[in-house]
């Protein structure tokens, strides 16, 4: 077993050398540690308004459902999150055991199955788990403690307040204790307390939260090999299976000739699947399933099968020839979505302009584990063993596809093996529902990592054009930002091309710059594939974009970044959505703008962290140069800061450093792996990792075409952490490290070099 290191170190030298011992620390990065907080009003803990209530089934704040006590004292908490590497199945339980004083030690969780009428919404998905969950969480601990506390008064014949609850113990005036175990039953008899009959404990004693000492819930099953994913379950009986689906969105066998395959030894049967139809939602793509007694046979079924495809109304999808047609889409007026006093004047009376086009291939998430599930029919019902991140919807399309009522239908969740979006939607699950029924027995559909990259929901390609409109002193009067698209609607969707208001708000319409004049559009863009949401979603072209002309704008007015975001952002205030002429459909991550505004103070600071944190303006050997860039997403503040290096005409990373500002750091431990994790994946988008399409299929294949950043370009990560007291609401951590990345990188490389990338992926040149 790994040591568990401690995150919060001294100084970044430290971190360094500590981190070399951990998983991580092997693979090059560096720690994290808390800095002076921005100065947000404090205030005491009351609930207050977030947007998991207007999530399907909501919030259940109900501790009979979450939490159980044995005799022996053991807590059971029920995680009703998937765990992804995001540390929800830790931290949410963390957070109800600090509150109800029990000793982590003697707490077990347990995985709830897809079942939101019992647990409300469990879709992980939205940086939202915390951000959600964390004061249910502190209400559902508090409950529990309060009815322990009252329990014991009844039973010793004293005033409640006079009753103690610490550590697993309950002690009376007297010198009276008892264990949880032996008061479990009285207590879980109590009623629920109110929130206001609740005293919570002060943030000076906390024992576990905002520590960030808990160590994630699985880590030594997963570094041992213990863990079950989606492909470690076995049935009795159970069959395998792989498929052969259409190679283009839309396509359908014509025929096939399954001959081969049924005479190779193992191969049990061939089966055509139904075909998805228009809009693909999360249905299988249809096509031809081999099923047979190993996964070597079915593979090699596979293999044999001969199959002449019919394209489909996609077959003439060519992303060089979409890529110009999004350009040329770009070039023209859009719908508005954000309309701030005249741009069109101030463009017309502009002593200097701009214009930059930023654009992205489409992108997979390709996870280490590859979609993989397995399914149970029988007269009963139907059983599901699948990493999924929307156990509930999976239950509920698994139903449907098979007439079932969804309540014959329990969904197992297992560990992820990392899902970014991929594995909320479980196209793969349904698959193994229909073979299972088919065949008579349990079957498992396993993806092959060629299967994921080729029939994935891509994160959407863009092209997005900046005109920038300046006066003769170089200030900036006029933003116009045109965003082209295909949109995820046209998933759920008869296609009409334009993109969703809660697309737009993703780092275009809310930008947060002291502009006169600013205008964003979105033009049409008609999807080719199954376009879904990525790690991130549309933050990553709108940051893309918008950092790159940031970058851009510096070079060209004699500036350098830091000077020209600060300018741009302007001085700290919280934004008026309406002066800023934001639209009243604006998405804020669905917060209120009321709890969760929008405050370009917390910008600031953490380009400022991340800056002086790198040593931003330190002389630099030739060939490297540091860029900047920062971002608001999923409501909370993230800078990255990205030291480039160019040798030989390669370009490496070789130091990033990442400030957040995500509100009362939970577990701080988490947030650390998070930035870490999404400092890596910025990378690989900024750097590696493209998907395009050639005659309507997927051109690339496995890793060897569809790279990764690998261990040689591995950067030092160092993590600054804002630090906030409770008061401060969680926010997003999951996804808003991803976005400032590729355009930090890409200015790190102009610092650098003096060239300008405005593609991603850029390419390493090695």
Same mark, same amino acid.
């Given at each position: 077993?790994?040591?568990?290191?401690?995150?919060?170190?001294?100084?970044?030298?430290?971190?360094?050398?500590?981190?070399?011992?951990?998983?991580?620390?092997?693979?090059?990065?560096?720690?994290?540690?808390?800095?002076? /907080?921005?100065?947000?009003? /404090?205030?005491?803990?009351?609930?207050?308004?977030?947007?998991?209530?207007?999530?399907?089934?909501?919030?259940?704040?109900? +501790?009979?459902?979450?939490?159980?006590?044995?005799?022996?004292?053991?807590?059971?908490?029920?995680?009703?999150?998937?765990?992804?590497?995001?540390?929800?199945?830790?931290?949410?339980?963390?957070?109800?055991?600090?509150?109800?004083?029990?000793?982590?030690?003697?707490?077990?969780?347990?995985?709830?199955?897809?079942?939101?009428?019992?647990?409300?919404?469990?879709?992980?998905?939205?940086?939202?788990?915390?951000?959600?969950?964390?004061?249910?969480?502190?209400?559902?601990?508090?409950?529990?403690?309060?009815?322990?506390?009252?329990? %014991?008064?009844?039973?010793?014949?004293?005033?409640?307040?006079?009753?103690?609850?610490?550590?697993?113990?309950?002690?009376?005036?007297?010198?009276?204790?008892?264990?949880?175990?032996?008061?479990?039953?009285?207590?879980? %008899?109590?009623?629920?307390?109110?929130?206001?009959?609740?005293?919570?404990?002060?943030?000076?004693?906390?024992?576990?939260?905002?520590?960030?000492?808990?160590?994630?819930?699985?880590?030594?099953?997963?570094?041992?090999?213990?863990?079950?994913?989606?492909?470690?379950?076995?049935? +009795?009986?159970?069959?395998?299976?792989?498929?052969?689906?259409?190679?283009?969105?839309?396509?359908? *066998?014509?025929?096939?000739?399954?001959?081969?395959?049924?005479?190779?030894?193992?191969?049990?049967?061939?089966?055509?699947?139904?075909?998805?139809?228009?809009?693909?939602?999360?249905? +299988?793509?249809?096509?031809?399933?081999?099923?047979?007694?190993?996964?070597?046979?079915?593979?090699?079924?596979?293999?044999?099968?001969?199959?002449?495809?019919?394209?489909?109304?996609?077959?003439?999808?060519?992303?060089?020839?979409?890529?110009?047609?999004?350009?040329?889409?770009?070039?023209?007026?859009?719908?508005?979505?954000?309309?701030?006093?005249?741009?069109?004047?101030?463009?017309?009376?502009?002593?200097?302009?701009?214009?930059?086009?930023?654009?992205?291939?489409?992108?997979?998430? !390709?996870? $280490?584990?590859?979609?993989?599930?397995? %399914?149970?029919?029988?007269?009963?019902?139907?059983?599901?063993?699948?990493?999924?991140?929307?156990?509930?919807?999976?239950?509920?399309?698994?139903?449907?596809?098979?007439?079932?009522?969804?309540?014959?239908?329990?969904?197992?969740?297992?560990?992820?093996?990392?899902?970014?979006?991929?594995?909320?939607?479980?196209?793969?699950?349904?698959?193994?529902?229909?073979?299972?029924?088919?065949?008579?027995?349990?079957?498992?559909?396993?993806?092959?990592?060629?299967?994921?990259?080729?029939?994935?929901?891509?994160?959407?390609?863009?092209?997005?054009?900046?005109?920038?409109?300046?006066?003769?002193?170089?200030?900036?009067?006029?933003?116009?930002?045109?965003?082209?698209?295909?949109?995820?609607?046209?998933?759920?969707?008869?296609?009409?091309?334009?993109?969703?208001?809660?697309?737009?708000?993703?780092?275009?319409?809310?930008?947060?710059?002291?502009?006169?004049? !600013?205008?964003?559009?979105?033009?049409?863009?008609?999807?080719?594939?199954? !376009?879904?949401?990525?790690?991130?979603?549309?933050?990553?072209?709108?940051?893309?974009?918008?950092?790159?002309?940031?970058?851009?704008?510096?070079?060209?007015? @004699?500036?350098?970044?830091?000077?020209?975001?600060?300018?741009?952002?302007?001085?700290?205030?919280?934004?008026?959505?309406?002066?800023?002429?934001?639209?009243?459909?604006?998405?804020?991550?669905?917060?209120? $703008?009321?709890?969760?505004?929008?405050?370009?103070?917390?910008?600031?600071?953490?380009?400022?962290?991340?800056?002086? @944190?790198?040593?931003?303006?330190?002389?630099?050997?030739?060939?490297?140069?540091?860029?900047?860039?920062?971002?608001?997403?999923?409501?909370?503040?993230?800078?990255?800061? %990205?030291?480039?290096?160019?040798?030989?005409?390669?370009?490496?990373?070789?130091?990033?450093?990442?400030?957040?500002?995500?509100?009362?750091?939970?577990?701080?431990?988490?947030?650390?792996?998070?930035?870490?994790? =999404? =400092?890596?994946?910025? $990378?690989?988008?900024?750097?590696?990792?493209?998907?395009?399409?050639?005659?309507?299929?997927?051109?690339?294949?496995?890793?060897?075409?569809?790279?990764?950043?690998? *261990?040689?370009?591995?950067?030092?990560?160092?993590?600054?952490?804002?630090?906030?007291?409770?008061?401060?609401? *969680?926010?997003?951590?999951?996804?808003?490290?991803?976005?400032?990345?590729?355009?930090?990188?890409?200015?790190?490389?102009?610092?650098?070099?003096?060239?300008?990338?405005?593609?991603?992926?850029? @390419?390493?040149?090695?």
């Amino acid at each position: 077993m790994l040591k568990y290191i401690q995150p919060h170190l001294a100084n970044a030298q430290e971190c360094v050398h500590l981190a070399k011992v951990t998983r991580r620390g092997f693979l090059g990065t560096a720690g994290s540690f808390a800095i002076a /907080a921005y100065a947000v009003p /404090a205030r005491a803990f009351d609930t207050y308004a977030v947007g998991g209530s207007d999530m399907p089934h909501g919030i259940i704040e109900n +501790p009979l459902i979450f939490v159980s006590i044995d005799a022996d004292g053991t807590v059971t908490l029920v995680a009703h999150r998937s765990e992804m590497g995001t540390g929800s199945r830790t931290s949410l339980p963390m957070v109800i055991a600090d509150e109800m004083e029990a000793d982590w030690a003697r707490v077990k969780i347990v995985q709830a199955p897809g079942d939101e009428p019992t647990y409300g919404n469990q879709d992980t998905d939205g940086s939202r788990s915390m951000r959600h969950h964390i004061q249910v969480a502190r209400k559902i601990g508090g409950s529990v403690r309060t009815m322990l506390q009252r329990a %014991a008064a009844e039973q010793w014949g004293v005033e409640p307040t006079a009753v103690k609850v610490e550590m697993h113990e309950v002690t009376g005036p007297g010198g009276q204790s008892v264990g949880f175990g032996d008061l479990a039953a009285k207590a879980m %008899a109590q009623p629920v307390p109110p929130h206001s009959e609740i005293t919570y404990k002060t943030e000076d004693q906390f024992r576990y939260i905002g520590k960030g000492q808990v160590q994630i819930t699985d880590l030594h099953d997963i570094t041992t090999g213990a863990a079950i994913y989606g492909a470690d379950v076995i049935l +009795p009986g159970m069959k395998f299976a792989v498929i052969a689906r259409p190679p283009v969105l839309g396509g359908k *066998a014509v025929s096939y000739d399954a001959t081969e395959a049924l005479a190779l030894p193992g191969v049990e049967s061939v089966h055509e699947l139904p075909y998805a139809s228009m809009p693909p939602k999360f249905a +299988p793509l249809g096509g031809i399933a081999v099923v047979a007694s190993n996964t070597w046979a079915a593979l090699d079924g596979r293999e044999r099968l001969k199959i002449t495809w019919e394209a489909g109304p996609h077959g003439g999808y060519s992303s060089p020839a979409y890529m110009a047609e999004m350009i040329a889409t770009s070039e023209q007026a859009g719908t508005v979505a954000r309309d701030q006093g005249d741009f069109d004047a101030a463009l017309a009376s502009a002593a200097k302009t701009f214009t930059g086009t930023y654009t992205q291939d489409h992108i997979a998430h !390709i996870p $280490m584990e590859p979609p993989a599930a397995i %399914a149970h029919y029988t007269a009963e019902g139907l059983e599901i063993w699948a990493p999924v991140q929307s156990p509930y919807a999976t239950r509920v399309d698994a139903a449907a596809a098979l007439g079932l009522d969804p309540a014959k239908v329990k969904v197992n969740v297992t560990l992820l093996g990392g899902g970014f979006g991929r594995k909320s939607k479980a196209d793969f699950v349904t698959e193994a529902a229909l073979l299972s029924k088919a065949v008579g027995a349990p079957v498992r559909v396993q993806w092959t990592r060629e299967d994921d990259v080729k029939h994935s929901f891509y994160h959407t390609t863009s092209a997005e054009r900046i005109d920038v409109a300046m006066d003769a002193a170089g200030k900036v009067t006029g933003w116009r930002h045109r965003s082209v698209a295909p949109s995820i609607l046209s998933t759920f969707a008869p296609d009409e091309g334009n993109v969703m208001p809660l697309e737009q708000g993703m780092g275009m319409s809310d930008l947060p710059f002291s502009v006169e004049n !600013i205008r964003c559009e979105s033009g049409k863009a008609l999807a080719h594939t199954r !376009i879904g949401w990525f790690r991130s979603v549309s933050n990553i072209p709108h940051a893309w974009a918008i950092g790159s002309c940031v970058g851009e704008l510096a070079a060209q007015l @004699g500036k350098d970044q830091r000077a020209m975001w600060l300018e741009l952002i302007g001085a700290p205030r919280i934004l008026d959505a309406k002066a800023a002429g934001l639209p009243d459909d604006f998405w804020n991550y669905g917060e209120p $703008m009321s709890e969760f505004p929008i405050d370009t103070g917390r910008l600031i600071n953490v380009l400022n962290i991340a800056a002086d @944190g790198i040593g931003y303006g330190k002389d630099l050997p030739e060939g490297e140069g540091i860029g900047l860039a920062v971002h608001r997403s999923f409501v909370s503040y993230v800078a990255c800061a %990205a030291r480039v290096k160019v040798v030989d005409s390669k370009i490496t990373v070789p130091e990033m450093h990442m400030a957040i500002d995500c509100g009362f750091a939970a577990n701080p431990e988490r947030i650390r792996s998070q930035l870490e994790g =999404a =400092a890596v994946m910025g $990378m690989t988008v900024a750097l590696n990792s493209g998907i395009t399409f050639e005659k309507g299929a997927v051109e690339q294949s496995n890793y060897y075409d569809y790279d990764v950043v690998r *261990a040689d370009n591995f950067p030092v990560v160092v993590t600054h952490i804002v630090s906030h007291p409770f008061s401060v609401h *969680a926010t997003g951590v999951g996804e808003p490290g991803v976005p400032p990345v590729p355009p930090a990188i890409a200015n790190g490389l102009f610092a650098a070099t003096g060239e300008r990338r405005r593609h991603l992926p850029m @390419g390493i040149d090695a």
